[in-house]
């Protein structure tokens, strides 16, 4: 289970988001389901993403925060053994919801559907 216990100790602080991004940054993007909200490529490239907060909503057991998430993919088995092209990567981007548990800092992760 992911954890964000930081992000939840700095709620309420003006340094929430960047604790928020910090953490969820370090996670990496294998921890978050990136994959299935991919729009012009077939795999996530890299470890590297960019977090921002678009929106924070409290409930008496959750923080919920939405955001917008920068990441890079690439489209596997486009390229023959022989082609001398590079592997090109597309910039993705994709809105998740992280719910944290006030109690324990356990975080769910929701694609949302619009």
């Given at each position: 289970m992911m954890?964000?216990?930081k992000a939840l100790a700095a709620w309420?602080?003006?340094d929430f988001q960047a604790v928020f991004k910090q953490e969820v940054q370090a996670l990496g993007t294998a921890a978050l389901p990136l994959q299935a909200g991919?729009?012009?490529?077939s795999h996530v490239s890299?470890?590297?993403m960019t977090v921002i907060v678009l929106e924070v909503a409290e409930t008496p057991s959750l923080l919920q925060v939405r955001t917008g998430i920068f990441y890079a993919g690439v489209i596997a088995g486009?390229?023959?053994a022989d082609d001398p092209s590079p592997v090109c990567e597309?910039?993705?981007?994709c809105?998740?919801?992280f719910d944290i548990d006030r109690a324990s800092a356990g975080?769910?992760?929701v694609l949302p559907l619009f």
């Open positions: 954890v964000l216990s309420g602080s003006e991919m729009a012009h490529s890299g470890d590297e486009s390229c023959c597309q910039q993705e981007y809105e998740l919801r975080v769910a992760v």
